[in-house]
């Protein structure tokens, strides 16, 4: 079965910087357009980033020039660099099948990874 599997996330002062991991199974990864999403508290689930087979990579306007998405096919891992951290980057982060029109098609979920950043 589909298994997505996030890590990485923590507490980081503004400015600072994280890189979260996405171990996926259970599905051809290659041949899937991924994404990043994220949920802050009492808000619902927000796209911030994809990435095509092609590794072809689209942002969101909010982490677009701070963000960057990449992926490893033969580790069937997907990647999210953050830099220049921002106290409402704060969320829950989560990958998934999907590009920023398709995500929420997709009902497999992972745990996600807490991205918290405060000073």
């Known amino acids: 079965q589909v298994q997505l599997v996030e890590s990485g996330g923590g507490l980081v002062q503004p400015g600072g910087s994280l890189r979260l991991s996405c171990a996926a199974s259970?599905?051809?990864?290659?041949?899937?357009?991924m994404s990043w999403v994220r949920q802050a508290p009492g808000k619902g689930r927000e796209w911030v980033s994809g990435i095509n087979s092609a590794r072809g990579t689209t942002y969101s306007d909010s982490v677009k020039g701070r963000f960057t998405i990449s992926r490893d096919n033969a580790e069937k891992t997907l990647y999210l660099q953050m830099n220049a951290l921002k106290p409402e980057d704060t969320a829950v982060y989560y990958c998934t099948r999907g590009d920023r029109y398709t995500w929420n098609l997709y009902r497999t979920w992972g745990q996600g990874t807490q991205v918290t950043v405060s000073s």
């Open positions: 259970g599905f051809p990864f290659g041949s899937y357009a």
